[in-house]
């Protein structure tokens, strides 16, 4: 027997209802993982990223290219690439979590942010106080679409960083 077939039998399941529990499970025991590693590189990944063209670099020239750049490593599922851009004003996030919940919230966010296509709604970004800048992006998917912000904020050595995402309006991007 299939294992839709056997869930259908039971009261209340379909096999919609199979494919997320099935899917909820694969999640949670994904997370469940305890292991703690000093390596700073992320697994399946084979080089720094290389956003400005060199293999050292990180973050972006400019806060809009910091979104740029994020964005495309979201769409290629390169988790490398995002932990590249991703901090705040103290340096990469990579530097700040540990390794296994740093894994967890760029899975997350990958997920939320995965696109067909991305714009900058606003020509330039909004100035916040510290001398971040808030981009407003517009993100399609099949046929979702969704505003959200971006925020940005200068990082050590001048380069931009993404350091917040305002996810709330993204939650049926993640299915």
Not at 40 to 67: C, D, E, H, K, M
Not at 72 to 93: C, E, F, P, T
Not at 124 to 150: C, D
Request: hydrophobic fraction near 40%; charge should be positive; glycine fraction near 10%.
């Amino acid at each position: 027997m299939v294992l839709g077939q056997q869930l259908k039998m039971r009261k209340g399941f379909t096999p919609r209802v199979a494919i997320m529990a099935v899917a909820t499970i694969l999640f949670t025991s994904a997370c469940a993982r305890q292991a703690v590693s000093t390596e700073t590189r992320l697994p399946g990944a084979t080089a720094v990223p290389t956003v400005g063209g060199t293999p050292t670099s990180i973050g972006g020239n400019t806060g809009r290219a910091a979104v740029e750049s994020f964005m495309a490593a979201v769409k290629a599922q390169d988790l490398q690439a995002m932990s590249g851009l991703w901090g705040n004003g103290k340096g990469l996030a990579r530097d700040q979590y540990k390794r296994d919940e740093l894994e967890k919230r760029l899975v997350i966010m990958q997920c939320l942010l995965q696109h067909d296509q991305f714009r900058f709604a606003e020509n330039g970004p909004r100035l916040q106080t510290g001398g971040r800048q808030e981009h407003l992006i517009e993100i399609k998917k099949a046929k979702l679409e969704a505003r959200t912000t971006v925020m940005t904020v200068p990082g050590p050595g001048g380069k931009w960083l993404v350091e917040d995402i305002d996810v709330s309006k993204l939650r049926d991007f993640c299915q």
